[in-house]
């Protein structure tokens, strides 16, 4: 027997519905701040992900899925393909390739789909995962960080999520990451022997991961060190002075984390990371911050950029279960009872359908009682009932699900009573 690949999940009917009223939530708020969707490739160069993501980033090293391409009559050499691991590098991509710079200028996206990392699967993290992420690409305004993290808070508020904290933090422009780079350097160089494994190779590709490392002797030698703003040239400190003002004027609350970084390359400037205690260590509903090079490095213009992404599975593990399922919806069931019951129940089944009324029918021959529950599994609204009796008299019993109340409706008024 096929088993689904470790790592992965099967959505089921009854947990789809959680996820369909998490995406409609989603895109009323992003409606609400004028944010158009993008619907990007799963597929994209594997180099595009290199790039952007940093050769040295956890991602590139240890959880790209990649596809090797076999050469066709097209195709003079293989392509290395890779499964998106997340969202930012293909909008970037998308923003570029569309010239969206020259026909757009400023854009404000969103997206939600699958995303894939080949790791160790645990609580909130899959192989196969999905994000709900947004990228606001072509200013360098405070104002736009204050609105993305505004953004996500409404976010959570509408999941009905509580108890989190936004972390926020500043790595500066690419010259100030560096001094930090340098500074972090120093103070490590002689802790090297005490650090993890990993971060000892990170001190080597990557210092500034150390300081996202979650290792308890890793974490008491980053506590102990003297990091300061100090790093921030003069633009950059009245760049997060102003995000920070702009937040308190919000009345949204966050605390600054001067270890907070992100671990991909492209960060630079405001990161922010969202957490919730009920996740455990891995404690991050979502991340985000600016990315003010990516657009040119990648070949493109000199635009700033700002964006964050949520894990959906990590949004519904601490959303409340009352606020994802949804009210009782309008579905109407129609139980025949027999074979004459049968033909007029598909006839009517056809005639509410294209009045736009959503509806179903017992295709099991089951007994009333037993349609009588199967309505009730589904949530539907209504109930009608076609039997020998109606059937005689023209008419169908229709009955209300919440009240219990049953009334005959002649088969030329049910659509004016459904309504």
Not at 79 to 101: C, F, H, K, Q
Request: glycine share 6%; aromatic share 6%; charged share 25%.
């Amino acid at each position: 027997m096929y088993q689904k690949i470790p790592g992965t999940k099967d959505i089921l009917p009854e947990e789809a519905l959680k996820w369909q009223k998490i995406e409609e939530l989603s895109r009323n708020v992003f409606s609400l701040y004028n944010y158009k969707e993008i619907r990007t490739p799963l597929i994209e160069e594997a180099s595009l992900f290199n790039r952007s993501l940093g050769e040295a980033s956890e991602i590139v090293q240890k959880q790209m899925f990649l596809i090797n391409s076999a050469p066709s009559s097209n195709v003079t050499a293989h392509s290395v393909y890779g499964l998106r691991p997340e969202g930012t590098a293909s909008v970037a991509r998308s923003y570029i390739e569309n010239n969206l710079d020259k026909t757009t200028g400023f854009v404000k996206l969103y997206y939600i789909g699958p995303m894939f990392r080949l790791e160790r699967p645990q609580k909130g993290r899959l192989r196969q995962f999905h994000h709900i992420g947004v990228e606001a690409i072509g200013l360098i305004e405070p104002d736009l960080d204050v609105e993305i993290i505004s953004l996500a808070s409404m976010l959570l508020k509408e999941f009905s999520i509580e108890d989190y904290k936004i972390k926020i933090n500043s790595l500066g422009c690419a010259k100030d990451k560096k001094e930090l780079t340098d500074n972090l350097h120093k103070e490590l160089k002689t802790k090297l022997d005490e650090l993890c494994p990993d971060c000892q190779i990170r001190f080597k590709t990557n210092t500034l991961r150390i300081l996202d490392c979650k290792n308890d002797i890793c974490q008491k030698i980053i506590g102990n060190l003297n990091i300061k703003e100090t790093y921030l040239c003069p633009e950059c400190e009245a760049h997060f002075s102003s995000v920070k003002q702009g937040l308190d004027s919000l009345k949204i609350t966050y605390q600054i984390s001067p270890y907070l970084v992100r671990g991909l390359d492209y960060y630079t400037g405001i990161v922010f990371e969202i957490t919730h205690p009920s996740l455990g260590a891995l404690d991050a509903l979502g991340a985000g911050g600016r990315y003010d090079n990516l657009i040119k490095e990648l070949g493109g213009i000199d635009a700033g950029a700002v964006g964050f992404a949520f894990g959906i599975e990590r949004l519904l593990i601490t959303s409340n279960p009352k606020a994802q399922v949804p009210d009782k919806n309008n579905l109407v069931y129609i139980i025949p009872l027999g074979k004459e019951a049968k033909k007029q129940g598909l006839k009517l089944l056809d005639n509410l359908r294209r009045e736009k009324i959503a509806c179903d029918t017992d295709y099991e021959n089951k007994s009333l009682k037993s349609a009588m529950r199967k309505a009730n599994d589904l949530n539907a609204k209504l109930v009608l009932i076609i039997g020998e009796d109606e059937l005689k008299k023209g008419v169908v019993t229709l009955k209300n699900m919440a009240s219990g109340e049953q009334q005959e409706i002649k088969q030329d008024e049910i659509i004016t009573a459904l309504r």
